[in-house]
């Protein structure tokens, strides 16, 4: 909302982000904000940005990367650059659930980006051993906190049902 973050500039001289976790996210008391103040990186920020650009730059090995998100689409570039440094590269959220319909696996209701379909199987085709997916799944019968919940194979799961989170054998691989 622009007016709201013209409203909020208005109480400032300098917009200062330090919150590195929700920078990219087009909100009026972020990027909208920093559309009518100087605006400038925090201490927190910087710190953040130094260690990613270290352990992309000239990782420590083994170099083991987590990686979620709803889309492939919003990270395949880094998806690839990751398969080129890293040893490992874990795949989890809704990202997981489009990699695993990829290979077959019928995930009902689960989020699945279905654009991104062959360029999960292209991507699953190239990484060899470096991706790990989940092997198991938290599932629910709804998107809700009221929702009937199990843990099921990610092969298994039922009609009517979506992959909410990894489960317990995922986390202990």
């Not at 009902?108 to 051993?129: F, N, P, R, Y």
Request: hydrophobic residues 45%; negative net charge; glycine residues 8%.
């Amino acid at each position: 909302d622009p007016e709201l973050a013209k409203q909020m500039a208005a109480l400032a001289e300098v917009y200062v982000n330090d919150a590195f976790g929700s920078a990219h996210r087009a909100h009026s008391s972020t990027e909208g904000i920093a559309r009518f103040l100087p605006a400038v990186s925090g201490f927190l920020m910087e710190q953040e940005l130094e260690y990613l650009g270290r352990a992309v730059a000239n990782p420590e090995h083994p170099y083991i990367a987590i990686l979620g998100g709803a889309k492939i689409s919003d990270k395949i570039l880094v998806v690839e650059t990751l398969l080129a440094k890293c040893d490992k590269l874990i795949i989890g959220g809704g990202m997981a659930n489009t990699f695993l319909a990829a290979q077959g696996l019928n995930m009902q209701d689960s989020l699945v980006e279905e654009s991104s379909l062959e360029t999960a199987k292209k991507i699953l085709e190239h990484s060899g051993t470096k991706l790990i997916l989940p092997v198991d799944a938290v599932i629910a019968d709804k998107f809700d906190a009221e929702a009937n919940t199990q843990v099921v194979d990610v092969d298994k799961i039922p009609a009517g049902w979506r992959m909410l989170d990894v489960g317990p054998k995922t986390i202990s691989l």
